[in-house]
């Protein structure tokens, strides 16, 4: 079998895009800044964590999350890292202002940026904890067709990362009466858009069914998941071999997403893209 030659297009659009300045200089330096902050986004910790946080556990897609408890060699170069920094730079700043909010009304009511570990194998930290609401909040920086999601219904990764941070307070001995995703419109002129979901975590008798449930199946498909990637890393299996769950939308941002694989066999997932090889 004779893998297709790639065209120049399909190259040029898997290339990084050019940038625009008012004259070739400014075009050239617009390219080396984006390099810098590019290189900077890769070496980020939340980047480089090696151990899978509550946001990465509830993904969908089993063979993206296998992928990265492997530690696979990513293959996307498709995803920019623009709404991530933009992200980071915004919870760092809701950091300080609910901090500032403690301070400025002389209470304790926020504690923002707390490890938390519900599960021994998989800590992370929650945004923000409101001890007068006993709730606990995840900020989200989105684009429209993000938002647009959150409105109708948050994804399950959105969820289970919630219900795990909620499941992280409460084993700390803290009241988790409900868990909130806070959605702010990261690309609007105002704040007047955000919008706030939220989910029943505990009440008098304990913690819902319903939650008690849903991380149940969670912990389950997370231990089947790390089987398969055991016997990812001992050859057992191919990363092909392991079951997908292509989105349009999580596939673009998977770091495991190269289109092309799907026309040349080469490394990568393809994801929603559908495979044009044929047998010999």
């Known amino acids: 079998m004779t893998a297709p030659a790639i065209t120049a297009s399909e190259f040029m659009s898997a290339a990084p895009k050019s940038v625009s300045g008012s004259s070739p200089w400014a075009s050239r330096y617009a390219s080396e800044l984006r390099r810098v902050l590019h290189e ?17 556990i509830g993904v969908e897609c089993d063979r993206q999350v296998v992928g990265k408890l492997a530690a696979l060699p990513t293959t996307n170069h498709v995803s920019d890292p623009w709404p991530s920094i933009v992200g980071t730079a915004c919870h760092a700043y809701a950091e300080e202002a609910f901090k500032g909010d403690n301070h400025r009304r002389n209470v304790l009511r926020w504690v923002a940026e707390t490890r938390v ?9 929650a945004d923000l ?47 988790v009466r409900r868990v909130v995703v806070a959605a702010y419109p990261r690309t609007a002129g ?4 955000i919008y706030v979901w939220e989910r029943e975590f505990s009440d008098a008798n304990g913690i819902k069914p319903d939650v008690v449930e849903l991380l149940g199946t969670v912990f389950d498909q997370t231990a089947e998941r790390k089987r398969l990637a055991y016997q990812l ?10 079951p997908v769950s292509p989105d349009d939308g999580e596939c673009y941002f998977c770091p ?17 893209v559908a495979p044009t090889l044929s047998p010999a």
Do not use: W
Not at 117 to 125: E, K, L, N
């Open 117 to 125: 570990t519900p599960h021994p194998d998989h800590p992370g930290t």
């Open 256 to 272: 495991f997403y190269r289109p092309q694989s799907a026309r040349d066999g080469g490394p990568g997932c393809p994801g929603t």
């Open 190 to 193: 105002s704040l007047d858009g």
């Open 233 to 242: 890393l001992n050859q057992q299996i191919r990363i092909e071999d392991v």
């Open 40 to 56: 900077h986004a890769a070496r980020a910790p939340r980047t480089l964590q090696q151990h899978l946080g509550p946001s990465e």
């Open 129 to 175: 904890y409101d001890a007068q609401e006993q709730a606990v909040v995840d900020h989200k920086f989105l684009g429209e067709s993000s938002m647009a999601k959150i409105r109708k219904e948050p994804p399950r990764k959105y969820q289970v990362q919630l219900l795990l941070y909620g499941l992280g307070y409460y084993k700390l001995g803290l009241p």
